[in-house]
């Protein structure tokens, strides 16, 4: 976990701080920072540019269920997208 918080810091999402009740912090509120700024890591890390989280309690279990839902809603929506549709929006393009 240490090194997603790190990861986290150098992003300017957490702050070090040390001392006896050191630990991190958030740099912005909680509402102004999104899943997609924390999964900028991950895909910072894919590319081999920051330590790797995929095994992180953190990522298991705060970050993997709402993707599993984003997940599951982009699926059903290509679940009921057909080629036709596909194809009229393509023909409306040109219009």
Sequence with gaps: MGRVLQALARKGIL????????????????????????????????????????????????????????EAAFFKVLARTTVEDLKRSAVAMRK
């Design 15 to 70: 702050k070090g701080v040390r001392g006896k009740q050191g630990g991190y912090q958030l740099v912005r509120a909680p509402h102004q920072i999104t899943v997609e700024d924390i999964l900028g890591i991950a895909e910072e890390v894919a590319e081999g540019r920051e330590p790797p989280i995929s095994g992180s309690a953190l990522v298991k279990q705060v970050v993997a269920p709402p993707l599993a839902e984003a």
